[in-house]
């Protein structure tokens, strides 16, 4: 049995990617809150490819990463099949700092599921020394509400990327802002 506590997931909402597989092997990627719950581990996910692939196999890899791009990408667009690849008939992701394998038990809801998580393995390839970037934080914060936008089409959300895009102009560096560059090519939007 692996602790998770060994790879940084405390209690709260650690934000990872996700990593299934679709019944014809189609690879999916997508951010996702991993939740903590003293020993419980869990997440809530709203109807998506992510929630299809787990109702077909039970089975998911959260993959901790710390690329703001990757994150984007991720989360609005579809990885390129060779950024994947198969461990123990699991799919992760080449490019994470580490992975932890869970078998899952799905509980449908109407509009969102509660998916209950087993781990079953896990590994650390890089533990890199992480300052606290607000440049990062922004660009997943910015992520999510793009997200919603996608969905909702709200002036809202734009605000609150645009709000978020001063701050990774200025704390975040090249890589922040390329994600940000990215997010609004693939919303069609512009800065302000
Ligand atoms: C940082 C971050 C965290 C997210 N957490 C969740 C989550 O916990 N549950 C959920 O349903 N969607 C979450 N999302 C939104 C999904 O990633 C998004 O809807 C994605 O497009 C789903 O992709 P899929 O259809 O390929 O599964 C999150 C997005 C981001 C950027």
Not at 92 to 106: E, Q, T, V
Request: positive net charge; hydrophobic residues 40%; charged residues 25%.
């Amino acid at each position: 049995m692996i602790n998770v506590e060994n790879f940084g997931i405390h209690e709260g909402i650690s934000e990872v990617i996700f990593t299934t597989i679709s019944p014809e092997g189609v690879p999916n990627a997508a951010p996702m809150g991993l939740h903590r719950k003293g020993k419980k581990l869990f997440a809530r996910i709203y109807n998506s490819k992510t929630l299809d692939n787990i109702l077909s196999k039970p089975a998911l890899a959260a993959n901790i990463a710390d690329d703001p791009v990757l994150f984007v990408q991720s989360a609005l667009s579809d990885l390129e099949p060779e950024r994947f690849e198969i461990v123990e008939g699991f799919l992760i992701l080449k490019d994470a700092l580490g992975w932890i394998l869970f078998n899952c038990r799905c509980k449908e809801g109407g509009k969102i599921s509660v998916v209950e998580l087993y781990p079953v393995k896990g590994k650390i390839i890089n533990k890199k020394l992480q300052p606290i970037n607000r440049g990062f934080n922004a660009v997943i914060e910015a992520s999510i509400h793009a997200t919603r936008y996608v969905v909702m089409k709200e002036q809202k959300q734009l605000n609150c990327i645009r709000y978020y895009n001063t701050i990774v102009k200025k704390c975040g560096g090249e890589r922040e802002k390329e994600a940000m560059r990215l997010l609004m090519d693939l919303l069609k939007i512009k800065p302000a």
